[in-house]
Nanobody, 124 residues
Framework: VQLLESGGGSVPTGGSLRLSCTPS????????TGWFRQRPGQGREFVAA????????YYANFVKGRFTISRDDASQTMSLQMDSLEPDDTAVYYC??????????????????WGQGTRVTVSS
């Protein structure tokens, strides 16, 4: 299965974007799915994750209630609603899935399927 992201773009500080991720050549199945981001010059960092069924949500501390992750298994879509964006949110955002969840949702090595990334730019 491959993951396809969409929804990136450029917004001013305080703006909003909605990222979406859909699987291609397969389904999310019962995988844990989530978002990571990579800011310029830095490694990938955890943003948010959601389990199969969407009843367990996990967020990085820096989200501070600004982002909302959701998942619709019927339509096979995972989304990340990002509000009150700040210049520090500028990054490439990656959709990811974990076919064999081991409990370490904050770590990129836990995940085995990755999208190509979508760029988000927030101007000051």
């Amino acid at each position: 299965v491959q993951l396809l992201e969409s929804g990136g773009g450029s917004v001013p500080t305080g703006g909003s974007l909605r990222l979406s991720c859909t699987p291609s050549g397969g389904t999310f199945s019962t995988f844990l799915t989530g978002w990571f981001r990579q800011r310029p010059g830095q490694g990938r960092e955890f943003v948010a994750a959601v389990n199969y069924g969407g009843n367990s949500l996990y967020y990085a501390n820096f989200v501070k209630g600004r982002f909302t992750i959701s998942r619709d298994d019927a339509s096979q879509t995972m989304s990340l609603q990002m509000d009150s964006l700040e210049p520090d949110d500028t990054a490439v955002y990656y959709c990811t899935a974990d076919s064999n969840y081991g409990g370490n949702y904050k770590f990129d090595w836990e995940y085995d399927i990755w999208g190509q990334g979508t760029r988000v730019t927030v101007s000051s």
